[in-house]
């Protein structure tokens, strides 16, 4: 079994700053690119940001200058640093990864359960 597991989310005022950490474990031969996406109620999942296993980023328009992704040493881990939080940053946070199980097998999308983060005074 492979999981995902985030933390850090919760309630911050506009202008504050979240961390989001996530976790991989499980059976995993190895991970290529990790990432955050979010989604809120009627709206579609929407990429917030990734980084390669290189550490080649990637981040969505609403979010440059403001959000920074990084990688753990060890690579099974990613953070997401948010800060000058918006109250449109409101949305459930997931994170992704492309994950190996086996030498052989192919690279497969494995999701977090998701984090909320609120935004509000």
């Known amino acids: 079994q492979v999981q995902l597991v985030e933390s850090g989310g919760g309630l911050v005022q506009p202008g504050g700053s979240l961390r989001l950490s996530c976790a991989a474990s499980?059976?995993?031969?190895?991970?290529?690119?990790m990432g955050w996406y979010r989604q809120t109620p009627g709206k579609q999942r929407e990429l917030v940001a990734r980084?390669?296993?290189?550490?080649?980023?990637h981040y969505a328009d609403s979010v440059k200058g403001r959000f920074t992704i990084s990688r753990g040493n060890a690579k099974n881990t990613v953070y997401l640093e948010m800060n000058s939080l918006k109250p449109e940053d409101t949305a459930v946070y997931y994170c992704?990864?492309?994950?190996?199980?086996?030498?052989?097998?192919?690279?497969?999308?494995?999701w977090g359960q998701g984090t909320q983060v609120t935004v509000s005074s």
């Open positions: 992704n990864a492309g994950i190996k199980r086996t030498w052989g097998s192919l690279e497969n999308d494995y």
């Open positions: 499980g059976s995993i031969f190895s991970i290529n690119g």
């Open positions: 980084i390669t296993s290189g550490g080649i980023t």
